[in-house]
């Protein structure tokens, strides 16, 4: 198997370990590759069609939240900006819809048959994002559910706080989804065959050697992780790592995050010894890349490696 830096091409990338940093947009990336190059995918994809537009990531930067939502504050300590997902309406959600499409579209050829993609969500746009990756070609498979006490939802109708002080817009979440899809098997082949050509088509058992589970308690991001990569959409290793383990069901291959951010699946896919690739648009997210994957890899967490 060629070495993941011939997948590089002309952009700007950095080899960290057996893994690869590389700026660029994620659909000209994806377009570019060989046919089943991947092994599976992992990311947390831009979700808000106005948030992650360049000008309000910069309002976010500075401080002046845009679109972005503001948390309230709790034991003293300053929360990140979230994006308002509720504030999209039908012409940015038929936007989102088309989004996920092409992205499975895209991402399709690049992917081995069977190789599996790990999505992450939230309650507010999962039915319709889910819907658009099966729509762009790929099998739904299911949901893992982060268990995590976000700080989603809860709060009063707003300018009606006090006239409605017994009144929540939406529930307070208390869990995230992870939307599961794979590359569907060519005709009639079994997950045995796929496993024996492909090294694909199933998930990898827990290191104790019991299944895989659709339900896994998490934490919130610890701060030393946010101390490390200041992103807003930070996940922590804790979960990255058991999910990054499962998408190769044989332990080899390569993995890919087209969304990298600051890093942080590329750090798991390295703490676990897998072969893995980022890909990020943004250059001051991927300078913090940079930075943040060999801090992030290095540190302990509670899910055994092997």
């Not at 012409?91 to 992205?103: K, P, S, V």
């Not at 499962?246 to 390295?270: H, N, Q, R």
Request: with cysteine.
């Amino acid at each position: 198997m060629p070495a993941v830096e011939s997948l590089a091409f002309h952009y700007r990338h950095k080899s960290i370990g057996k893994s690869l940093l590389i700026q660029a947009d994620a659909f000209d990336w994806l377009s570019g590759l060989p046919p089943e190059s991947l092994d599976g995918m992992v990311f947390d994809p831009p979700y808000g069609v106005k948030e992650y537009k360049p000008e309000q990531i910069e309002k976010m930067r500075a401080d002046d939240a845009g679109i972005w939502r503001i948390p309230p504050h709790f034991d003293g300590s300053l929360r990140a900006p979230l994006p308002r997902f509720t504030a999209l309406n039908d012409a940015e959600r038929e936007t989102l819809r088309r989004f996920f499409c092409d992205l499975a579209v895209t991402a399709i050829p690049a992917l081995k048959p069977g190789a599996h993609i790990f999505m992450a969500s939230n309650a507010f746009l999962s039915q319709l994002v889910f819907g658009a990756m099966v729509e762009g070609g790929l099998e739904f498979r299911t949901e893992v559910i982060r268990l995590v006490q976000t700080l989603r939802g809860g709060d009063r109708p707003k300018l009606g706080e006090k006239e409605f002080p017994g009144v929540c817009s939406l529930p307070r979440g208390g869990y995230e989804p992870w939307g599961v899809f794979r590359k569907a098997l060519p005709p009639k082949m079994t997950v045995r065959e796929c496993l024996k050509i492909y090294g694909t088509g199933a998930l990898r058992r827990r290191a104790d050697g019991n299944p895989f589970c659709d339900v896994i308690p998490s934490e919130r991001t610890p701060k030393r992780e946010k101390d490390i990569a200041p992103h807003p959409s930070l996940k922590p290793q804790s979960i990255l790592r058991q999910l990054v383990r499962a998408v190769l069901p044989l332990g080899k291959g390569v993995i890919a995050d087209p969304f990298m951010g600051s890093g942080s699946t590329v750090a798991a896919a390295e703490a676990l010894g897998y072969r893995s690739i980022g890909v990020e648009r943004d250059a001051d997210y991927y300078r913090m890349a940079k930075r943040a994957v060999p801090a992030l890899m290095a540190l302990h967490s509670g899910e055994p490696p092997d």
